[in-house]
């Protein structure tokens, strides 16, 4: 029997476009622009001889026919999942490869790794620098985030959800700002960063104060490097290990999450 030829880069882009009802969170999530999302949508709907989605007042919503199909084809994406996974698990069950922010795995995540490193012979890591990666693209078995929840992953927090602020002993009183900081609007930074570990090194070099995870700067705290000014006190967001639904059913990624949450 001749199989049609399914679109499947489109069909992914089409469900991320409906789970987000927007082309900018879709292509977000995908890593790619909104206009390649827009390009895939349309493509898929001359394909298909449909209109999947119409521009309201209120926003992007699916016509009846774009939600007609979507629990199977997310359906299919799952089994299509799983039967890769499947096919890795004999040659991967002791490899790993894990997304994670520099500044977290130095801190945090490799004393714990290597702790599970000599409790289970033959482990081997691999670590991925950006925690955005897509999963697919990069083959990844779980990521670390800082973010307020999981999203549309499985996911586990891997420590309280507090912040700090911090400086190093005699540091002036000056401000380090990075995406996340939450400063207050009259606040003047001296230095803005990128992510939280630049302003970490930029605290500990005596630059100046600045807001951090807690679990990120608590290292440097017991060691005396950094001064608490205030906190800890509760946060939005923590740092979360995710991972899409087949890979955390996976036995190796279940051993991994239990030894890093200590269960």
């Known amino acids: 029997m001749k199989r049609t030829h399914l679109p499947l880069n489109a069909l992914r882009v089409y469900d991320a476009a409906a789970r987000h009802l927007s082309f900018t969170r879709a292509a977000d999530e995908l890593a790619v622009t909104p206009a390649a999302v827009g390009q895939q949508i349309r493509a898929l709907e001359d394909h298909l001889g449909v209109v999947l989605f119409r521009r309201t007042s209120k926003g992007l919503e699916l016509t009846a026919e774009g939600e007609a199909g979507l629990d199977a084809l997310r359906e299919g994406f799952l089994k299509f999942e799983e039967s890769v996974q499947a096919m890795q698990a004999g040659q991967a069950s002791d490899r790993y490869t894990i997304a994670a922010p520099r500044e977290f795995y130095a801190q945090w995540l490799a004393p714990r790794l290597a702790k599970f490193q000599a409790d289970v012979d033959g482990i081997l890591y691999q670590l991925v620098a950006d925690e955005n990666a897509d999963f697919t693209e990069a083959n990844l078995d779980v990521a670390i985030r800082l973010v307020d929840g999981p999203g549309d992953l499985e996911g586990v927090q891997l420590a309280p959800a507090q912040k700090v602020t911090v400086a190093a002993p005699g540091a002036p009183a000056r401000w380090i700002d990075w995406p996340g900081a939450s400063l207050a609007d009259d606040i003047k930074p001296c230095i803005t960063t990128g992510n939280p570990g630049q302003a970490l090194s930029s605290a500990m070099a005596g630059m100046g104060c600045t807001v951090l995870p807690y679990p ?19 946060s939005r967001r923590a740092y979360w290990l995710v991972a899409p639904l087949p890979q955390w059913r996976q036995k190796k990624v279940k051993a991994l999450v239990a030894h890093l949450t200590g269960e």
Request: hydrophobic share 45%; glycine share 10%.
């Open 216 to 234: 990120l700067a608590a290292e440097a705290i017991a060691s005396g490097k950094l001064e608490v000014l205030e906190g800890p006190e509760e």
